[in-house]
């Protein structure tokens, strides 16, 4: 479920962390009782608050109410736990904005998106420890379908709770608004198996079709359907009594449900199904979420002994020195010298967070139920984190000497770079290069990405301070890299670099060529396209006939086609992109007739590129024409040459409909 609002920075964009592109205004400022540890400077951070109840809602007092109304996000739910207790649970704003009913924190559920995979893992740790599942075991022994094999390597439960099987993305189906459309999750499995793109273990790429996988193996190999399994071996031990992986919901929890928003002055969205539910299909409350919570700080708790629950919080993977490693499902977020292990999630209304300081023994719980303006919620989440630890567990920014090798380091990172978290065989590739990061080399030896903002909308300055190490010039942040035989394999940031990571764009995906000529192409055909219609009404209008006939006449109008139906092509996706980013329920199957017409519009344009082809050479050959209408058949002939070689690349044109 993660940042699925837009495809193209769902594959990239959004895939950093939001405070990049965070609004300068949005934080809100404490009131004069509550300082907060960030106004502090940052080598020497305000002396640690005491983390109580009532210095924790008086936080939250000063901090929520304003973030709420400047971001226009209906309603949150906050809960802090410490030492196998609730310390607080807070609601603010609204559940239901038109009714004005309140966020109550006990009886209001929230979607926490992604964070349903920590269920989803517990669970598959739970059969471990009975014996019934290997982690290391080929999961197509456990799966009554089959993984084609790929790369000599099977795919194992570790890869799957580390996010390194390898699949490509999928996003058909990944949310729907209307029930009938659902599939049991057997049924959703095997509608079709992602594409494997990288070998097993080798680089993370967040998969929900992995998560999904996981869970279904947990109803087979316990005999119990998903739903079902979660409520008895979770919720019940645990008295999570206002919670359920059922959709749509059941009629006792139906009425707590909070409205989902795209902003609160804006009408609710309908009750989202996730149609492979282990992914992201939970609904809870805070109150709920809270009990969850304390069950992990007590090391499983009532749900895992001891050492299972250990596995789930070492370090399973760890692609960068110096930078947050992943658990079996639970990615480090350590912060201020800290463990910190969690998960965040979203769907398209709600968007939360789950910290859990595990050798300190606090939770931190957040959800909210809209967007916001220019995705406030993600930008609040991450502040909401960030100013918690700060407050609560405060460290002095080190102050650590520029690299020696920031210079040459710096140069050999600048380019352009894909997510890991990317398709290759259908038209989500397109996203990938649209959602492109380029690292900068700087005259000061320091890299700015292009992706990663400041409050100002400035690229951040990242400075060297290790081999392939560096750190936000103006925080704590910190980015690496992974580098062989003096090149860039990938990089990531902070606490995404367990699951995703950029990775340099080959040729075929490069924009730092592709625009520019792409943009020359456009042009050229739009010019030819709109001229034509012109051009004709003038020679009507003077009865000027050029005295073009048989073939040549055929091939010039043929060109001329097919620049026109370049320009219908681009509308029609253009129109399919505005409807996808209105809702990713979109992505139900409703755009398949207008896709496969949009196909159907680029093979009549191939062929149109041949008659181009001809008429170019025909022109050339012939003799008699102007140079520049010489050059301009062959500028034509090119430009539809590269836009259909692009529209192919990106897998425009495909015999399957699925992605």
Known sequence: ????????????????????????????????????????????????????????????????????????????????????????????????????????????????????????????????????????????????????????????????????????????????NDPKLAKPLGEAMKRWVPTRIYAPGQIPAYSNYGASMAGYIVERVSGEPFAQYIQNHIFTPLGMQHSTFVQPLPANLAGGMSKGYEQASKDPQPFEIIDMSPAGALSATGADMAQFMIAHLAHGGPLLDKATAEQMYANANTPYPGLPSMGLGFYHEDRNGHRVVGHGGDTDVFHSDLHLFIDDGVGLYMSFNSAGREAAAHVLREHVFVDFTDRYFPQPKPELPTAPTAKEHAQVMAGHYVSSRGSET??????????????????????????????????KRWREIGPWLWQDAEGKERLAA???????????????????????????????????????????????????????????????????????????????????????????????????????DALDGRLDIWMRLMQLVLLATIAGTVAALWNAYDIATRGGRRPWATAWAVLVALSLVFFVWAAINVKLLTASLNF
């Open 482 to 584: 992974v580098v062989k035989d003096g090149k860039v394999v990938m990089f990531s940031i902070g606490a995404y670099a367990p699951i995703i990571e950029f990775v340099p764009a080959p040729g075929s995906l490069n924009a730092g060529w592709i625009t520019p000529v792409m943009a020359v192409a456009l042009g050229v055909l739009a010019l030819t396209a709109l001229s034509w219609p012109v051009v004709a009404l003038v020679r009507r209008r003077y009865r000027y006939n050029p005295g073009i006939t048989g073939r040549p006449l055929v091939l010039h109008r043929a060109t001329r086609a097919a620049a026109w139906l370049v320009l219908v092509f681009v509308l029609g996706w253009g129109i399919m992109l505005s409807v996808i980013n209105h809702g990713v």
């Open 1 to 176: 479920m993660w940042k699925v609002r837009l495809l193209a920075l769902l594959m990239t964009a959004l895939a950093l962390p939001a405070t990049a592109q965070s609004p300068a205004d949005l934080k809100p400022t404490p009131p004069a009782q509550v300082p907060a540890a960030s106004e502090a400077p940052a080598s020497a951070p305000a002396p640690a608050s005491t983390l109580t109840k009532a210095d924790v809602d008086t936080w939250l007092d000063g901090y929520m109410p304003y973030a709420l109304q400047t971001g226009d996000i209906a309603g949150a739910v906050v809960v802090v736990v410490k030492d196998g207790q609730v310390l607080t649970q807070r609601g603010f704003g609204y559940a239901d904005v038109k009714e004005k009913k309140p966020v109550d924190p006990a009886g209001t559920l929230f979607r926490p998106g992604s964070i349903s995979k920590l269920f989803t893992w517990t669970a598959v740790m739970q059969q471990v420890q009975a014996g019934k599942l290997d982690l290391d075991r080929d999961v197509n022994d456990y799966l009554d379908y089959k993984i084609p094999p790929a790369f000599g390597k099977p795919i194992t439960l570790r890869h799957i709770m580390t996010h390194t099987p390898g699949f490509e993305e999928t996003a058909k189906y990944l949310l729907l």
């Open 426 to 459: 259908n038209f989500m590739r397109l996203f990938s290069l649209l959602g492109e990061a380029q690292i900068v080399a700087n005259d000061d030896d320091t890299i700015t990405v292009s992706a990663l903002l400041d409050a100002a909308r400035v690229p």
